[in-house]
Every structure is written in C-alpha cells, then in structure tokens.
C-alpha cells in the first residue's frame, strides 16, 4: 500500500507541474505578444522574426537621428532667411537713406549705428545653438564660430573660429575689411595671416553625409550634406564647390584658378574674400565703412557713389542667401519625406513581425483559462488524493 500510495504522489507531481509550466507559458505568451519562446519551437518563425526585429530597430534609430538632424537645418535655415531679411533692410532702410543723407554728423552715426546693429544681428544667427552645438560650426560644433569687431568702423574685422579634427584648440581666422588693392574705389576682406588659407580652404570644404535612410550608403553621391559651415553662407560656396575649384585631382590646393568667379581674384584666397565682402554680411560692412570715410572726407558724390554700387551688391547677395535658404529648405523637405517613409516602414514592419511570431490575444487568454482550471482541478485532486491514513504513520 506504500509503494503504490508513493507512485501515485510521483505521477500527480509530475502532472501538475506539467500543468502550472503550460500555465505559465500561457501567461508568458499574453504579456510578450510572442507564440513561442525559444527559436526550437518554430525555427523558420523565429529567425524571420529577429530578422523583422533588426529591420525595425534601424529603421527605428533612423527615425530618431532624423529629429535632430531636421531641428538642426531649421535652424540653419531660419538663420539663412533671418540673415536675408537682414540685408534687404540694411539695403530699403539704412543704405537708401543714406543717399539722401547730409553731412550732419548725427544723421550719419544713426545711419551707421542701425547698420552695425544689422551685421552683429547677422553674427548672431551664425552664432545659432541648437541643444550644445553650434549649427554654422560645420564639423566643429563645439566653437563659436564667428566674432565681429566694429569698434573701429574704418576697419571691420570678421574672426572665424574652427576646431579641426585632432586638435584640441580652435584656429582663429581673422580677416579684416580694407582698401581693395586692385580697386582703390572697392573694399575688401583680407585674411591678416595669409597662410592660413589651406586650413580656411579646408574647413569651408567639410561635410557631413549622413546615412538618415536617404540615398544609399553605398553610394556617397545619394546622400544629403547635412553641414552647412558659416563661410559657405557668407561667400556662397558650399562645400561641393569647394571641393571641386580649389583641390586638384592629387588633392593639392590649387594655386591659381583657369576660371576665376570675378576676374582679377585667381588665388583661392582672393576669391574666397572677393565673394565674403560681396556677401551679405561684406555689403553691410562695406556700407559701415564708406559712411566713416565718406562722410569724414565731405565728399558726397564719391559716398553716393559708393552707396549705389553697394545697392547693386546687395541685391546679388540676397539671392546668394536665397540660393543658401532654398538648398536648406530642399533637405529638410527630402529628410521630412524619408521620415514619413521611415514611419510607413515601421508600422509594416509591426504588422509582419505580429502576423509571423505574434500571438492571438484571444487564443492566448482561452488557452490560458484552461490551463487555469486545469491548474485548479489538480489541486483539488491531490487535496483528496493525499489525504493521510493510519498506514502512513506505521514504520
């Protein structure tokens, strides 16, 4: 009678801890979503499955980089447009104004007054931050990229700050507005260390391709620059032109151009600071500057002169910014198209991943209530099943 009472506690433990494991499965598979647990129960499911689920995720961190990236050319742009609307008010507001203006030395400090408000209002959108970098700063988003000194309006000087990869501190270019050598009549930007050019060259010609779910990673030429330096603002030449006009097949810096943008400005350099003081921050320096002279020099028709060129400058230089603006808008376009796409593959990939190792919710909760009864009615059973008897007590 022992034996067989021994047996039958044997098989009744094996039973329902059978029972309370298929329970417990049961439970797993309502709280994960998933058929099955190990890649034993359904190989071919399985595997397909992590393979959906790899997908997911990049498609997923995809999605993530594009939201900074996105903010971070909104910024860019709304720095261009600010930058434009800027200039087209130095130009309709201040500069026309000053064409008609006496020598009264009052009329001119508040002409040059509001203009030098204009450019540092320029420097600061080229100072724009979003979360801790600098979206003008290129590779470098650590440095502040740019510093104005006006104190002295007959002689502006632009500072641009960048850190190079490798280096652990910025180089500072500064490049100071002055008689244009060529053009005793024209100003122009001058870099105070003309060796600095190369790296100048170097920092205006990095980018940032971005592997963001657009084009292919493969193919370089497929894929969006997502840097946007504040020299390439200022002289509208953006990396890609960089790259191509001042770098020979060797990768050498080039030291005289076959095709120089204005005539007369065949060196990298020249050219680089010819298109600066053209640019829109130039066009309002040039304009802060032939006020001082002009006006000190009491030559009206020279400042006149001056000011009608500048005007002409100006409206170029805003379609330069145009260009810039529109370029920006087009990639934040592209990237707000591939993030819908993003999105779109994510939810197909949700429902694939749920139709090929996913559960029925309904299947699971009845599988599970039987196994629940089933769990219960084992207990009872063994509550009659081992009662105790006198000859569980003899030796």
């Known amino acids: 009678m022992r034996v067989t009472n021994t047996s039958t506690y044997r098989n009744y433990t094996s039973s329902i801890n059978s029972v309370h494991a298929n329970l417990n499965k049961s439970m797993n598979k309502i709280s994960s979503g998933r058929q099955f647990e190990t890649a034993a129960?359904?190989?071919?499911?399985?595997?397909?499955?992590?393979?959906?689920?790899?997908?997911?995720?990049?498609?997923?961190?995809?999605?993530?980089?594009?939201?900074?990236?996105k903010s971070r050319l909104e910024q860019q742009e709304k720095g261009?447009?600010?930058?434009?609307?800027?200039?087209?008010?130095?130009?309709?507001?201040?500069?026309?104004?000053?064409?008609?203006?006496?020598?009264?030395?009052?009329?001119?400090?508040?002409?040059?007054?509001?203009?030098?408000?204009?450019?540092?209002?320029?420097?600061?959108?080229?100072?724009t931050q979003y979360q801790d970098y600098y979206v003008f700063g290129g590779n470098d988003s650590s440095t502040p990229p740019f510093s104005l000194d006006t104190s002295?309006?007959?002689?502006?000087s632009l500072t641009f700050s960048h850190k190079f990869p490798g280096e652990s501190?910025?180089?500072?270019?500064?490049?100071?507005?002055g008689k244009d050598p060529a053009d005793p009549n024209r100003y122009l930007f001058q870099l105070d260390d003309p060796t600095q050019t190369e790296k100048l060259?170097?920092?205006?010609?990095?980018?940032?391709?971005?592997d963001l779910g657009y084009g292919d990673i493969r193919s370089r030429d497929t894929l969006l620059d997502t840097y946007t330096g504040g020299m390439n603002l200022l002289t509208g030449l953006n990396s890609d032109m960089v790259k191509s006009r001042y770098y020979d097949?060797?990768?050498?810096?080039v030291t005289n151009l076959t095709d120089p943008l204005t005539p007369g400005y065949a060196t990298p350099e020249a050219e680089i600071m010819k298109q600066l003081t053209d640019g829109p921050l130039g066009t309002v320096a040039q304009a802060i500057t032939a006020l001082e002279e002009y006006f000190d020099s009491g030559d009206p028709d020279a400042l006149d002169d001056q000011l009608e060129r500048l005007i002409t400058d100006m409206t170029e230089a805003e379609h330069v910014v145009s260009t810039v603006y529109s370029d920006l808008g087009n990639k934040y376009n592209a990237?707000?198209?591939?993030?819908?796409?993003?999105?779109?593959?994510?939810?197909?990939?949700?429902?694939?991943?749920?139709?090929?190792?996913?559960?029925?919710?309904?299947?699971?909760?009845?599988?599970?209530?039987?196994y629940q009864y089933a769990f219960n009615a084992a207990l009872q059973v063994g509550s009659n099943l081992m009662q105790s008897s006198l000859f569980d007590f003899v030796r």
Do not use: C, H, W
């Open 152 to 156: 002295d309006p007959a002689k502006i």
């Open 80 to 127: 261009a447009y600010d930058i434009q609307q800027l200039l087209s008010k130095a130009k309709n507001e201040v500069v026309l104004k000053a064409r008609t203006a006496t020598s009264d030395v009052t009329a001119r400090d508040t002409l040059q007054s509001d203009l030098i408000q204009k450019a540092q209002s320029m420097v600061n959108d080229l100072r």
């Open 41 to 69: 129960e359904s190989p071919l499911s399985y595997y397909r499955g992590k393979e959906i689920d790899n997908q997911y995720l990049e498609a997923l961190g995809k999605v993530t980089l594009l939201t900074d990236v």
């Open 335 to 370: 990237l707000d198209n591939t993030e819908d796409r993003l999105n779109t593959l994510t939810d197909s990939l949700k429902v694939q991943y749920k139709d090929i190792v996913g559960a029925d919710p309904y299947e699971s909760i009845y599988e599970m209530f039987n």
């Open 249 to 253: 097949a060797s990768g050498n810096l």
């Open 201 to 210: 060259v170097q920092a205006m010609a990095e980018q940032g391709y971005m």
């Open 169 to 177: 501190t910025a180089t500072d270019f500064k490049m100071t507005l």
